[in-house]
């Protein structure tokens, strides 16, 4: 009976007194587990990206290698892993990884939609055709199927245009960019609008009226169908008309005015001689009809010698020596 009692003893002191068990028992993960399948972005392949971290494991960022072109597939072995770890960091511990002997890697990647995509586009078009002529509105003529790009940021350049430029109907050429990266082109029919504020006959214009007290208001519209500029608005030209009857609702175009004559033909006026310091003044009976600032014949009724004169205003004009 003793004896048993000092074995028991025995035994219960060598448990209390054996060394602490490790933490990490057999069945537990490495710290390090590898992915079967990782994506990544255009800045490279990131060892953190191809790992599965156990809860309190940390790991420095280090690059591996470039990233795979987009739309292709590289695999790495776990040993190729360990071997590039070690170069960029020598002092890592490798032993402890775990999972799959190969590794997937691809890109990131998203579907570029049609609504984006128009909306890179207008912006392309706006700032290297349209300018400050008025707001660019385009549509795609066709369905745009969607376009498989990295997720990253995206540009476009523009590769073809008609020569005349934004049209109400045309082809655009195009390319998209990740960075330094092609992604692909394209070519994209298009209808286009360029929106802006232009004078509008509200009532109608009769000719001959002045275009200061014509019934003339701003509307928004399009200027593509329209291939000739408008006049200035509010009109600040005292003497510009109406060359001929405006409709309402037509757009007051340069080609529907011109200038009033404020001198008539067979009219007595005064001209000027400027010769340096010295000034001749004498009258003159004006030949044709002109607007201020435009140059007429003129003649000196004593000598009946015709002479040029640029109109200064209703009753004078300045001849050059």
């Given amino acids: 009976m003793k004896s048993m009692v000092r074995f028991i003893l025995g035994f219960v002191l060598a448990l209390v007194l054996a060394p602490t068990a490790p933490r990490a ?13 990782a994506q990544v972005d255009g ?12 809860l309190h494991a940390s790991l420095p960022i280090l690059r591996l290698a470039p990233a795979p072109p987009l739309g292709q597939t590289i695999s790495l072995s776990r040993q190729q892993i360990m071997a590039l770890a070690k170069d960029a960091a020598p002092e890592l ?24 995509m128009a909306e890179m586009l207008r912006v392309a078009l706006q700032r290297d055709y349209v300018g400050g002529r008025g707001t660019l509105e385009i549509h795609f003529t066709r369905p745009w199927p969607p376009a498989t790009v990295p997720e990253e940021p995206v540009s476009l350049q523009l590769t073809d245009l008609p020569p005349a430029g934004v049209l109400p109907n045309l082809v655009a050429g195009f390319e998209l960019w990740c960075g330094k990266e092609r992604i692909g082109s394209w070519q994209a029919p298009l209808q286009a609008r360029v929106w802006q504020e232009i004078p509008v006959a509200h009532s109608p214009i009769l000719r001959g009226q002045l275009l200061r007290e014509a019934d ?18 509010p009109v600040t030209d005292k003497w510009l008309e109406s060359a001929g009857n405006i409709q309402a609702g037509m757009p007051v175009t340069a080609g529907l005015t011109k200038a009033r ?11 000027i001689f400027q010769d340096g310091p010295m000034t001749i003044s004498l009258k003159v009976v004006a030949l044709e009809d002109g607007a201020l600032g435009q140059t007429v014949r003129v003649r000196n009724p004593k000598t009946m010698r015709e002479l040029y004169g640029k109109i200064q205003t209703e009753d004078l004009v300045s001849i050059a020596l």
């Avoid at 028992?25 to 399948?37: I, M, N, S, T, V």
């Avoid at 800045?43 to 156990?54: A, H, R, V, Y």
């Avoid at 004559?261 to 001209?271: D, K, M, N, S, T």
């Fill in 93 to 116: 511990n490798t032993t402890n990884w775990s999972g799959p002997e190969l590794v997937r890697i691809s890109r990131r990647v998203r579907q570029l939609c049609e609504a984006e």
């Fill in 43 to 54: 800045t490279g392949i990131f060892l953190n990206q191809l790992l599965t971290l156990s």
């Fill in 261 to 271: 004559p404020i001198l008539r033909r067979g009219q007595l006026v005064e001209a």
């Fill in 216 to 233: 003339i208001t701003l509307e928004r519209r399009d200027v593509l169908s329209h291939h000739e500029a408008c006049i200035q608005f």
């Fill in 25 to 37: 028992c057999a069945g537990e993960p490495a710290p390090f587990q590898l992915q079967a399948e």
